[in-house]
T-cell receptor, first 112, second 112 residues
Framework: SQELEQSPQSLIVQEGKNLTINCTSS?????LYWYKQKYGEGLIFLMM?????EEKSHEKITAKLDEKKQQSSLHITASQPSHAGIYLC????????????FGTGTRLQVTL | EADIYQTPRYLVIGTGKKITLECSQT?????MYWYQQDPGMELHLIHY???????EKGDLSSESTVSRIRTEHFPLTLESARPSHTSQYLC????FGQGAFFFGPGTRLTVL
């Protein structure tokens, strides 16, 4: 079974709309990382969350880690075509920051 | 922007060839990783290293091998490529005990 589940798997939104992507684990998320990937390219680091209840924002993207540290959400406000891509959550499930386990990814399309 | 490089970016080769995928980082990071990404977007850890002369196999079994003779360099070698090795290979690095993992642009390998 997948240790890190992402939902939805794919998402099509109209430009200007808000959206949320979720990342859930049955294990404690000692560190939770959000990345964005353009097709065929590497991963661009967006944000890292470590403390329960932590919330970080960068431009129109906000990421949160719940108090139990088992779920994170990524929220995009007023989406733009530049937000299109694949969003991946990665987590330190061992507590040692030694390696990341990744979710299944969410493919986001933004229509005009 | 992270200073981590991968070459080649794209490679098409025939079955049975030996290939080496290069990965270099200029950030002085101790930890380096190789992930394999399937078309379904999920990333799987195949090798990692905590420093010079340290290499470990990851969560996904792989026929590839790695070496870490210098801190900045973490090449991956396939002795005899097969069509089943066709995939996107992503290299990453992080500072020991610290947060963010930085990824290279990836190598897309196609074995005919």
């Amino acid at each position: 079974s997948q240790e890190l589940e992402q939902s939805p798997q794919s998402l099509i939104v109209q430009e200007g709309k808000n959206l949320t992507i979720n990342c859930t684990s049955s294990k404690t998320l000692y560190g939770l990382y959000w990345y964005k990937q353009k097709y065929g390219e590497g991963l661009i680091f967006l944000m890292m969350l470590q403390k329960g209840g932590e919330e970080k924002s960068h431009e129109k993207i906000t990421a949160k880690l719940d108090e139990k540290k088992q779920q994170s959400s990524l929220h995009i406000t007023a989406s733009q075509p530049s937000h299109a891509g694949i969003y991946l959550c990665g987590a330190d499930l061992g507590g040692t920051a030694s390696k990341l386990t990744f979710g299944t990814g969410t493919r986001l399309q933004v229509t005009l | 922007e992270a200073d981590i490089y991968q070459t080649p970016r794209y490679l098409v080769i025939g079955t049975g060839k030996k290939i080496t995928l290069e990965c270099s980082q200029t950030m002085g990071h101790d930890k380096m990783y190789w992930y394999q990404q399937d078309p379904g977007m999920e990333l799987h850890l195949i090798h990692y290293s905590y420093g010079v002369n340290s290499t470990e196999k990851g969560d996904l079994s792989s026929e590839s091998t790695v070496s870490r003779i210098r801190t900045e360099h973490f090449p991956l070698t396939l002795e005899s490529a097969r069509p089943s090795h066709t995939s996107q290979y992503l290299c990453a690095s992080s500072e020991f005990g610290q947060g963010a993992f930085f990824f290279g642009p990836g190598t897309r390998l196609t074995v005919l």
